[in-house]
């Protein structure tokens, strides 16, 4: 390679770098999706907690149609993402939607516990409070990750692989089925 | 020192290949105007790239009609970090004009 071929390529670099900052820069996000998101998992996070505590009075469909909700909703949302961009990003399922970001992931537990510690010993006040603080928190995880998808997207496009996503969904579907086994 | 790729030597496959780092997947036509190019040249370079298995794609639909969505492959994910890297070495070695 000649030199000045070599004196061009700082700019070639540069230039390749800018259009991946460019192309990041011009993801949006539908409207309300993290707001939509952050509620079906404030309701699934609710209907779980009730579903669980009611023990034989509650109906199986109170527990599964917070669930299906969330599945309904997640779904939506990212057929409007990918349809408005014309892009598919990974970490968006998995981080955003999927909740495997810590913050996300964490505070799903946390709100989930809580709630249904709180219908257990029927402290029903706390169990949409818990939910709401879930949901919200679930979201703002969410909107956290956005920013930095933006400051680095090359770090951040690509999520779990979907074997370990698959992983992740059996494991928690079992565990909510061993939970409803003991009601 | 690292070899450079041949394959994305192209500063147009240089910009595809990084602008493909940003994303899981990207429809044809979002591709092209990033990149500012025609169907035909982007497809030429997504051909080639497609048969060094640097990239992939596949027929789809988008906003009700049939395209092509494009990403990159683990071995073209590690050929770009490797090319990206051996310019960098260069980059670091030549003089100032």
Redesign the interface.
Known sequence: ?C?DS??E??G??A???A??????D??VVPRLFFVSIGAAVAFQIATTAVGLAGAGRAPIWLLASGLVLFVAVSAAQLARF??L???????LLSRVVGGTATAASVSYAGALGGATWAAFVGAWWLVPVAAIAGGAAYALSGQRWMRRYRAD??AH???ESAAWLLVLAILALTFLVLLVAQR | MTD?DPQIQT?TR??L???L???????F??LRD??AVSDSVLSKHVTALNAGGYVRSRKGV??GRRTT?VALTSHGRRALRDH?AA??E??AV??P?
Do not use: K
């Not at chain 1, 259009?19 to 990041?24: D, F, K, N």
């Not at chain 1, 961009?85 to 970490?91: A, D, E, F, P, Y």
């Not at chain 2, 780092?21 to 429809?27: I, L, N, P």
């Open positions: 390679m030199l070599q004196r390529l700082p070639r670099v230039d390749a770098e259009r991946r900052t460019s192309l990041a011009q993801v990918r349809q961009n014309g892009v598919w990003l990974g970490g997207p090359a496009s690509r999520g | 450079l500063p240089l910009r290949m990084t602008m780092t940003a994303v899981s997947e990207v429809e036509a979002a990033g990149l988008h906003r969505w990206v310019l960098r260069i980059i030549v003089p004009q």
